[in-house]
């Protein structure tokens, strides 16, 4: 069942970075960005990751907190957020729980191999934890601009 805007956002329970368990309800009463990335560390990853850093604080201004999600480990997702000065957590969610709730796994085409990963998509929660917007075609370099067009 594909999510569309309106539904509630599935829960989740997963640890980031640091260890640190992670919840949707940590984030009741604010607006979430919920950022899912194939891999850590992958040009289009960490473009997107730095575009989402430099524009933190309008992201701020405009109510939002960001957490992204991958299926890399917290080891990996803590080298990621430490080399690219992240100020947002990662969920290093390796057991794709977070990743199949959101229905973002599944078939993908790269250079004309087909395989299964994670779809980049967003999702922009709101404080109910309703589902606002989802932003499946992802522009890397200009994503922050995407999540505070209206």
């Not at 939002?64 to 969610?93: H, W």
């Not at 994503?143 to 067009?149: D, G, N, S, T, W």
Request: glycine share 8%; hydrophobic share 30%; proline share 5%.
């Amino acid at each position: 069942m594909k999510l569309k805007p309106g539904d509630k956002a599935p829960d989740f329970a997963v640890k980031d970075q640091n260890g640190t368990l992670r919840k949707l309800s940590d984030y009741n009463g604010r607006k979430l960005v919920l950022f899912f990335y194939p891999k850590a560390s992958t040009p289009g990853c960490t473009m997107e990751a730095k575009n989402l850093r430099d524009f933190y604080t309008d992201l701020q201004k405009a109510g939002y907190d960001i957490l992204g999600v991958s299926g890399d480990s917290e080891k990996r997702q803590k080298n990621f957020c430490d080399k690219n000065e992240l100020p947002y957590p990662l969920l290093a969610d390796t057991e794709k729980e977070v990743i199949n709730a959101y229905g973002v796994w599944g078939p993908k085409k790269f250079m004309g191999r087909e395989y299964e990963g994670i779809h980049r998509t967003t999702f922009l929660i709101d404080k109910q934890g309703i589902i606002e917007r989802i932003i499946e075609k992802v522009k890397t370099k200009d994503h922050a601009a995407q999540i505070l067009e209206e």
